[in-house]
């Protein structure tokens, strides 16, 4: 069992930047691959970035490339998403998960948090 806790959300003005994180407790976090995702309102919740167990291998949406990194640290628990150059598209509750496979699909991730509320104004 894994139980995540993201923080670092908050109100930015276009063209700013936040970090998010979220912590991990439980077992064998390393194990783990992360990703991020977001749901905005009255859509469905889309891949945002992925990193592997290691941090070895990341992969982002197009619609951030560039834009966003996600990194990770084994030693402290904890997985991180840079958001710089923040757009007002950007605005969604932003949700980090634990799974067994690096991949895009939302669906093979095991473990969710409770999410991030990340707010860009134009």
């Known amino acids: 069992q894994v139980q995540l806790v993201e923080s670092g959300g908050g109100l930015v003005q276009a063209g700013g930047s936040l970090r998010l994180s979220c912590a991990a407790s439980?077992?064998?976090?390393?194990?783990?691959?992360m990703g991020w995702f977001r749901q905005a309102p009255g859509k469905e919740r889309e891949f945002v970035a992925g990193?592997?167990?290691?941090?070895?291998?990341?992969y982002y949406a197009d619609s951030v490339k560039g834009r966003f990194t996600i990194s990770r640290d084994n030693a402290k628990n904890t997985v991180h998403l840079q958001m710089n150059s923040l757009k007002p598209e950007d605005t969604a509750v932003y949700y980090c998960a634990a799974g067994r496979y690096s991949t895009y699909d939302p669906h093979r991730y095991n473990y969710w948090g409770q999410g991030a509320q990340v707010t860009v104004s134009s």
């Open positions: 990193i592997n167990w290691n941090g070895g291998r990341t």
């Open positions: 439980g077992r064998s976090f390393g194990g783990y691959a």
